[in-house]
């Protein structure tokens, strides 16, 4: 017997769950948040959450790795390739792109960052399966531009670096437009600086540890 959940009506219904989720826990919490607020925006009967998630709880696990895989599926062929300098500019790319890409609902952003910031079960779920790859890639790339004889805890700091100016305009887009609106209008200027920032720090540490100064 076929799985009816797994038909056509019904992976749209989800769909719909999902996408009328997102801008609900977005907008209210989710806490706040309640089914019927999700059901009435996705047009679907309340019982569609019960024979799909069992729960508002695993609905919003359910959205939170939908939010995180729009994200990891802009992933470019580019950014695997070229020198360790291009793929570091090809992720950052990637991220500030999130930014102008008008296809990404606008909710995501603004879950993510709220889950980023009171994290619940639901990042704990994901972390392994979608973030720690990624962030294990970064942390290669930044080995690569730095050296081998650079620290582990150095290299994990240094990708930390790379990740918080991107994720800053990114996830406090808003501030940074009422403190200064004109950065955030050239996307391309941002990945520049970002990218020849990020080099000037990382060889600038390859120097250093390579001639033997650095602080213990």
Known sequence: MPNVKNNVAAQETRRKLIEAAGEVFAERGLHAATIKQITDRAGVNTAAINYHFSDKFELYAAVIRHALSLTLERRSAARTMGSHEQQLRAYVAEVIGDLYDSSLPAWRTTLLGHE?????????????????????????????????????????????????????????????????????????????????????????????????????
């Open 116 to 216: 980023l910031a009171q994290p619940t079960a639901a990042l704990d779920a994901v972390v392994d399966e979608l973030i720690r790859p990624r962030a294990r890639f970064v942390q290669s790339i930044v080995r690569g531009i730095a050296g081998s004889k650079v620290p582990e805890k150095q290299v994990l700091r240094a990708a930390l670096s790379v990740w918080a100016q991107c994720f800053i305009l990114v996830y406090n887009s808003e501030l940074i437009r009422r403190l200064n609106p004109d950065v955030l209008r050239d996307s391309e200027g941002l990945v520049e600086h970002i990218t020849e920032f990020s080099m000037a720090a990382l060889v600038a540490m390859r120097k250093r540890y390579q001639g033997g100064r650095h602080r213990r």
